[in-house]
């Protein structure tokens, strides 16, 4: 059985948003084998306007624990974005479902083209997944979330799943500041 859990997260640098912040994940893992797909939402409710530089955040989310999704890098995508919530989430369990299926039509799409370590694979699941959760920010009543993105730094960031116990440390830049997600795989 394979597991992937969002472990912890830090903060090394705020945004430009007045006071503490309130981050969200939301990490997606597609399997090229059996071609399907996950999308976790993680928010705590105690990270709510609490969130500055300084240290770990536990968060400890199981993302797949499974024995459908083997995480082997040759046929396992893994994929995170970091939103910072304004004034409550804009995503919320239909939208990330809509994600999810958006997501899903697209791997199944290119699952007999690609593996999962092909550069023009990820980067469709890349533009894919940043698009959607883009769309679904923007047309949420009073939307004013943010996606975690600047120039030169791309707002999904590819989790490494090569090896196990925990993984290369995921880095989210945007609004002038700077965030670090690490993903435990057992």
């Not at 597991?3 to 997260?9: D, H, Q």
């Not at 910072?84 to 791997?107: H, Q, S």
């Not at 694979?121 to 943010?146: P, Q």
């Not at 989790?159 to 795989?185: I, S």
């Amino acid at each position: 059985m394979a597991k992937l859990t969002l472990k912890e997260f830090r903060c090394v640098v705020d945004t430009d948003e007045m006071g503490d912040e309130s981050p969200y994940f939301l990490t997606w893992v597609g399997d090229l084998r059996i071609q399907d797909c996950r999308l976790k939402f993680t928010r705590k409710a105690f990270w709510e306007n609490k969130v500055s530089p300084g240290p770990w955040w536990p968060v400890n989310d199981v993302v797949v624990d499974s024995d459908d999704f083997d995480l082997n890098p040759l046929r396992t995508l893994a994929l995170s974005a970091m939103v910072e919530e304004d004034e409550g989430t804009d995503l919320k369990g239909v939208e990330v479902e809509a994600i999810n299926d958006r997501m899903r039509t697209v791997l199944r799409s290119h699952a007999e083209l690609f593996q999962a370590q092909d550069p023009q694979f990820i980067s469709t699941m890349r533009n894919t997944l940043r698009s959607e959760i883009l769309g679904k920010l923007s047309s949420a009543v009073g939307a004013d979330d943010d996606l975690m993105e600047e120039d030169g730094h791309r707002a999904v960031r590819r989790v490494v799943l090569t090896g196990t116990g925990n993984l290369d440390l995921v880095t989210f830049k945007g609004g002038n500041g700077e965030y670090q997600a690490r993903y435990r795989k057992d």
